[in-house]
């Protein structure tokens, strides 16, 4: 059985190996006109020269505490780098090049999806299993002939983790709301768009197996953040959200799925930050192995009975 999303009629044109090219090359060019743009603004509200600007946003990336408002304006681009080189290059090869309209991602109509209101449950309930792939990730170790390149990862990891930990510091309710916009919102929108509406439709289409569909989009997911010590965990979640879409047949779900997901993480820092909880969800604590195999279990039977409520049309 097809999955929902490949029923007859939503295939206006079939997609071809000369289109996934041209999504790339739209991915690629989306993400130089979204540095230009950037380039433009600096250009604009500091009266900076091209190289002045370069300079800057490289070291705003690198070492944001050192600007007065360098919180708000590493979110700006995050927030413009996203919509140029997810969003906006997804939606241009969708109506552009396969001839197709939002609708088409949703041949199923949200109000027709049973067990919408598990999806939050199901993310949630999914998070300490996925912190124990997380903890086994991080312990994997390259062979000592690639020790070099695994060092470069993990100082290039550490980096990182500066960045997200400053991002991810919110001392008001403006900074959260901002921070739930470019955090959750316009990933969840963006990310979900390529990866489940267009990807891995279309990879299912052409190999005929939903399930190959499914996860070579989640590794390619996984891939495009450059988070190694990370892969594994997020292309498990990349899978769910994969599946999501298959059995619901609406591209909303995933997308809510991946909002949830970020949402939740960046709604508990706050809390934790304002002290109002006491589990710090960014913690590197060992996740106890029989609460993440319950976690798991729960996850596993959520999503078996959300399968099922959506019946016949389910697939894989």
């Known amino acids: 059985m097809q999955p929902i999303y490949m029923s007859n009629r ?9 289109g996934l090219i041209m999504l790339v090359g739209f991915v690629l060019m989306g993400g130089v006109i979204s540095t230009l743009l950037l380039f433009g603004l600096l250009m604009l509200t500091k009266g900076m020269g091209p190289s002045e600007a ?10 944001p505490v050192a600007a ?10 995050q927030a413009i780098n996203h919509l140029g080189t997810f969003l906006l290059p997804s939606l241009l090869y969708w109506y552009s090049i396969e001839r197709r309209t939002w609708d088409q991602f949703n041949p199923r109509p949200i109000s ?3 067990g919408l209101s598990l999806i939050a449950l199901i993310v949630v309930a999914f998070m300490p299993f996925d912190s124990l792939i997380i903890e086994w990730n991080q312990g994997i170790h390259l062979p000592q002939t690639l020790s070099p390149l695994e060092q470069w990862v ?7 983790e500066g960045v997200t930990k400053y991002l991810t510091t919110f001392k008001t309710i403006p900074q959260l709301l901002v ?11 963006g990310e979900e768009t390529l990866f489940r509406g267009i990807l891995q439709r279309n990879l299912t289409h052409w190999s005929g197996n939903v399930h190959l569909g499914v996860w070579v989009a989640a590794a390619l997911f996984s891939a495009i953040h450059v988070q190694f010590l990370g892969f594994f965990p997020r292309m498990l979640l990349g899978a769910l959200f994969g599946y999501l879409y298959v059995w619901s047949g609406n591209l909303w779900v995933p997308i809510l799925a991946h909002f949830v997901n970020n949402g939740f993480t960046v709604l508990m820092v706050f809390l934790y930050q304002r002290k109002l909880v006491s589990m ?8 106890p192995l029989l609460g ?11 999503l078996f009975y959300f399968r099922q409520a959506n019946g016949d049309k389910a697939t894989g």
């Open 280 to 287: 710090d969800i960014e913690s590197n604590e060992s996740v």
């Open 54 to 63: 370069q300079a800057y946003l490289t070291e705003l990336a690198a070492n």
């Open 292 to 302: 993440a195999l319950i976690s798991g279990v729960v996850t596993v039977g959520l």
């Open 154 to 160: 993990r100082d290039k990891e550490k980096e990182l």
């Open 112 to 114: 027709a999806v049973a």
């Open 68 to 77: 007065p408002n360098g919180w708000y304006e590493l979110m700006v681009l």
């Open 10 to 18: 939503t295939l206006s044109r079939p997609p071809t190996l000369g």
């Open 179 to 189: 921070a739930f916009l470019v955090i959750a919102i316009i990933p969840a929108i």
